[in-house]
């Protein structure tokens, strides 16, 4: 598939990344070998394979559902965080 500069702006906006334009004619490249190899999917002959919703035999086990509140938890995962305060996250504003 030919990807062209209009398809890379567009994909430029929804992943919210700026690319090089030095790195544009490589990076259009690069998209079209992905999709080539993805359309390769298209000539697989699955007609004769059952559908499966799990490889796991039986389905998915299942386990009791839990919720555990820990303020360790909380502390560790916050920490890890770019930005958070009073024991929240804090997000970029997207709505205005």
Request: aromatic share 4%; net charge negative.
């Amino acid at each position: 598939m030919k990807v062209d500069n209009e398809l890379l702006a567009k994909l430029e906006k929804l992943s919210s990344l700026k690319v090089d334009e030095s790195k544009k004619e490589q990076m259009k490249e690069d998209i079209g070998q992905m999709l080539d190899f993805v359309q390769n999917l298209n000539d697989v002959d699955v007609s004769n394979v059952e559908a499966s919703v799990s490889p796991v035999s039986g389905g998915t086990p299942f386990r009791e559902d839990v919720a555990i509140s820990s303020k360790e938890i909380s502390d560790m995962v916050l920490k890890n965080s770019p930005k958070s305060e009073n024991s929240y996250f804090v997000v970029p504003k997207i709505l205005e």
